[in-house]
Structure formats: structure tokens, C-alpha cells
């Protein structure tokens, strides 16, 4: 097993990986040079890199792709699936680290610590100016998005005297009540009920922009917004408005356009607001958070290596496109399960999925064999007849057995 390494990642994983005696090049400077291509390499781990469809499509060997974070939008997830290439990520490992940021622009933002900072260094001591704040106790945080890191960040809200309220597809009354947060049932009835807003769901289709002027139009005069999430959640020219009309108060950690090196000039109109507190996509950079992407990068590929299974994928399908099961009972021998696929291939049918366990002592198996179309009776007669066949019955999926 070859692995290029072609972002940062602590060395620690370099040494664990070595140790399991996996070949390891390490060029953290690959992603940032604009990877064109891989070599025979058969794993790539990235941070911030983006994976294109041309650089899956042209690695043969390639069969997993580990994304050392949350989120794996800088991939090309649709061609990795076309080819067969497992997409993992390392949910949650960041999530402390995020959620101590985003207090901290949260803080930050409501305190103007970094244009009280600017101007001390500039020379200027401004007492007056600065001595104005709102706080943050007694007022409601809207959350969106409660997954990992939204969790933490509730978690520490109510440290801070902070009334919670919550949006997420997935979020119910029951779970909302065990985390002791408020369900919102919609994104513009979370922002109705927040004075501070902070963003942490994953970049879709459906959540690109779920920030625009709609939900800014219901937040109050001086709301806080933290972006702590992707860029394109935000629509940034809709907070732009939103500042200069609502005096909306705005805090990001990610930015439209925001280049994949670690360094380098950028440009951007909010980034280079001073009234906007901008971090560079700094969330999960911790030593404790990168410690621990690292411990799950490692134990990702050396699962895979040893038994083939990708851990944390999120580009298998959720349910197969298979209608029909056949489950065969069979004495564990040699070209039995052989023989049934043979069959099914002569008829034309499709497998969608197989799955074949062993019974105590090695005698009797039993095989899962999901089916594009229904075979015929008589081919599930004559399987049901083959030497060492105990039993082959065809179950219609979501029904009763045939």
C-alpha cells in the first residue's frame, strides 16, 4: 500500500503509518502546487486541497481518498464514485477546536478586540471608544447546524449565560430537548429568534447561500453572525448590505475564494473590512485537533489496508438500486457461491451486493445476494439444486419472502 500525504498532517502519522509498514511520501506542499496527477500511489490524504475528477480519473491504482478534516466539498466525490474510490473524512476530530474559535470571535466581535488591538499598536489609546459593548449573557445564540462541532458549541453557550435555539434537518423536540437547546423549525424562524447566529453545516446543494438577505432581514438591528462553516453557506454580498443597512455585526473563519495554500496574498472586500473580525480558516488548527485528525487518518488507512474497509465513508450508496435478494445456504466449499453467480450471469441479472457469512465451525455459510431484477423461478429451483446447496430463496425487498 502507497500513500501520498499532499497537504500538512502531523508527523506522528507519518510514523505510525511507517511503523505498519505502509509506504508513506510526504509532500505537504502537493495540494497547494496544484496536484495534476498521482503516481502509482494508492491512498491520498489531503487537508485543504481540491481533488479533481481529471486527477481521480487519471490515478489507476487509486482506491481511497482521506480527507484530513469534516468536510470533503474540495473533492470530487461524484468521480471518486465513479471509479470505484472510497471518500473518507475525520468527522468531529476538530470539533472542540472550532467551537473554542468561534467563541472567541464571538467575544471578539462583540468587544472589538482587534480594532481596540489595531489602534493600541497604531499608537492610539481609545478607553472611551472601546468601554462600549452589549455582553453576551441573557441573550439567545442561534445555532445552525447541531452536528459535532454545533453540539460543542451549545455545550459552551450555556457556560456563558446563553439562551440556545437550533436548526438542523435531522433535529427533533426529544433531541433538542436532551441537549437543552430550543428547535427552530425553520432557518428564518431561528434568525426571528437570535440575537447571535452561528453557522456549522456542511456545504451542499441545498445549504449553498441558506444565509442570504431572506434570513438577515429577520435577525435584529445589531445581530451577530460567526461564519464558522464553508464559504458559499454565507451569501457575503447579502451580509455586505446587511452591515451597511441592519448594522449586522460579522465574524468569519472562511471566505469566497479563499486560495488552498497556507500563505499568500488575498484579497476580499470583507476580509479587508476593519469593522469585520477575519480569520484565515483557522478553526480546526490546534495542536490537540491535529493531533487527533491525525490518530483517525492513521487508523482510516490501516483499517482499509488490512481488511478493506474504509471507515468514515461518506460516498457509498445509501440504498442499493436492487429490488430483489437471494439468499442461498450453502456448506462452506469451494465454487459454490461461484456457481450461483455463474448462473445469474448467464441470465443476464445484475449483483448489486453480495454478503456471505460463516456459521460456528467453518461447515455452512449463508450468502446475501441483492439482485437488479427478478430471476426466473425455475433458475431459483435449479441453484436451490446445485451440490452443497441447502437452501436458495428469492426475497422481494421491503416485502414478504417469496
Known amino acids: ?23 508513506v511520501d510526504y509532500d505537504p506542499e502537493a495540494g497547494a502546487k496544484g496536484m495534476t496527477a498521482l503516481a502509482d500511489h494508492d491512498v491520498l490524504v489531503v487537508r485543504s486541497s481540491k481533488v479533481s475528477g481529471d486527477v481521480i480519473r487519471g490515478a489507476k491504482n487509486l482506491q481511497l481518498i482521506v480527507r484530513a478534516g469534516a468536510g470533503v466539498n474540495t473533492i470530487d466525490v461524484a468521480a471518486a464514485s465513479a471509479r470505484g474510490v472510497f471518500v473518507t473524512n475525520c468527522p468531529g476530530k476538530n470539533a472542540i477546536a472550532v467551537a473554542e474559535l468561534t467563541f472567541a470571535l464571538m467575544l471578539g466581535l462583540d468587544r472589538r478586540v482587534h480594532r481596540a488591538s489595531n489602534d493600541l499598536t497604531a499608537g492610539r489609546w481609545n478607553k472611551k471608544e ?5 455582553g453576551l449573557f441573557g441573550k439567545t445564540l442561534g445555532i445552525v447546524g447541531l452536528g459535532q462541532i454545533g453540539r460543542e458549541v451549545a455545550l459552551r453557550a450555556s457556560a456563558f449565560g446563553l439562551n440556545v435555539v437550533a436548526w438542523s434537518r435531522s433535529l427533533t423536540d426529544e433531541n433538542a430537548s436532551e441537549l437543552s437547546v430550543v428547535r427552530a423549525a425553520d432557518l428564518l424562524t431561528l434568525a426571528a429568534k437570535s440575537d447571535i447566529v452561528s453557522v456549522h453545516v456542511a456545504y451542499t446543494a441545498d445549504t449553498k447561500h441558506c444565509i442570504n438577505a431572506a434570513f ?10 460567526i ?45 479587508g473590512d476593519p469593522a469585520v473580525l477575519a480569520t484565515p480558516h483557522i478553526g480546526a488548527s490546534t495542536e490537540q485537533a491535529q493531533n487527533a485528525v491525525a490518530t483517525e487518518t492513521v487508523r482510516i488507512i490501516t483499517t482499509f489496508t488490512r481488511d478493506g474497509r474504509a471507515l468514515n465513508c461518506v460516498n457509498l450508496c445509501k ?3 436492487a429490488q430483489w435478494q437471494l439468499n442461498v445456504r450453502h456448506l462452506d466449499r469451494v465454487g459454490v457461491l461461484a456457481n450461483v453467480l455463474g448462473s ?17 465451525g467453518a461447515e455452512a455459510a449463508s450468502a446475501r445476494i441483492r439482485l437488479g431484477s427478478e430471476p426466473p423461478a425455475d433458475l431459483i429451483a435449479k441453484i436451490g439444486e446445485y451440490d452443497h446447496v441447502l437452501d436458495a430463496r428469492l426475497v422481494r425487498l421491503n416485502a414478504t419472502p417469496l
Open 319 to 321: 440504498q442499493s438500486p
Open 227 to 271: 461564519n464558522m462553516a464553508r464559504d458559499g453557506i454565507v451569501d457575503e454580498q447579502a451580509v455586505a448590505t446587511a452591515m451597511k443597512t441592519r448594522g449586522l455585526r460579522y465574524a468569519s473563519d472562511v471566505f469566497d475564494g479563499e486560495p488552498a495554500a497556507g500563505e499568500g496574498p488575498f484579497m476580499h472586500a470583507l476580509a
Open 130 to 134: 472601546y468601554s462600549k459593548a452589549d
Open 1 to 23: 500500500m502507497k500513500v501520498l500525504i499532499a497537504d500538512k498532517l502531523e508527523k506522528s502519522a507519518i510514523t505510525a503509518l511507517n511503523a505498519a509498514g505502509i509506504t
Open 216 to 225: 438577515l432581514a429577520m435577525l435584529p438591528e445589531r445581530a451577530m453572525l
Open 344 to 360: 445469474l450471469r448467464e441470465s443476464n441479472i445484475n449483483v448489486e451486493e453480495v454478503e456471505n457469512v460463516i456459521f460456528d
